[in-house]
């Protein structure tokens, strides 16, 4: 099982939610945005960096996804 995260908008406490949840299972966790996003150090969590533009993330989660593997797509909050 791998753990793959839209992570362009995702909020910081559901990053961090699923930091301590891979570290403690030691299931690998990879953050996908179009930006560098910190990431705490560990063996299990890594980031990519994809190209901007809309679904480029998503896309690159499609194409690494594996049956098993769990998926996290934030919703994407439009203000009121």
């Keep these: 099982m791998h753990v793959w995260v839209d992570a362009d908008a995702c909020p910081a406490v559901i990053k961090e939610i699923l930091f301590r949840a891979a570290e403690r299972v030691r299931v690998p966790l990879t953050l996908v945005a179009n930006q560098p996003l910190r990431t705490p150090p560990s063996p299990v969590i890594r980031s990519v960096v994809v190209s901007a533009g809309f679904d480029v993330a998503d ?3 499609v194409q690494k996804v594996q049956p098993g593997d769990l998926v996290v797509k934030p919703p994407l ?3 009121a």
Excluded: D, G, T
């Design 59 to 61: 896309n690159y989660i």
């Design 77 to 79: 909050l439009v203000p």
